[in-house]
């Protein structure tokens, strides 16, 4: 049984910092894809970078790149997403997601192609 636990969130000023934590276990790191996700009062459910579980590829939304780095620690089964110069529009409930379908399919950070969630982490921004 997956599961995936994050935690890092709270809230902080515009131009600021957080890291968020997604513990796994039960995951197999040497295949798949892990992500993370946001989702805003309002809107759908956003991909905002996956990493390739095995390796060290990852893919961003255009609207974090430059800000946010997602990375994983295999030896703590962790993944963690760094961001930085956060804004207004940053604030969400972010998720982290796992799946083991391949790379091709994953990496268009579509949340049908993870099945494996966190229960959430708000993250808020304020100016």
């Known amino acids: 049984q997956v599961q995936l636990v994050e935690s890092g969130g709270g809230s902080v000023q515009a131009g600021g910092f957080l890291r968020l934590s997604c513990e796994a276990s039960g995951y197999t790191y040497s295949s798949g894809c892990m992500g993370w996700f946001r989702q805003a009062p309002g809107k759908e459910r956003e991909g905002v970078a996956v990493?390739?579980?095995?390796?060290?590829?990852?893919t961003y939304a255009d609207s974090v790149k430059g800000r946010f780095t997602i990375s994983r620690d295999r030896s703590k089964n962790t993944v963690y997403l760094q961001m930085s110069s956060l804004s207004i529009e940053d604030t969400a409930m972010y998720y982290c997601a796992a799946t083991y379908h391949p790379w091709v399919y994953c990496s268009r950070r579509s949340y049908s192609a993870f099945d494996y969630w966190g229960q959430g982490t708000q993250v808020t921004v304020s100016s």
């Open positions: 990493i390739f579980a095995g390796g060290g590829d990852s």
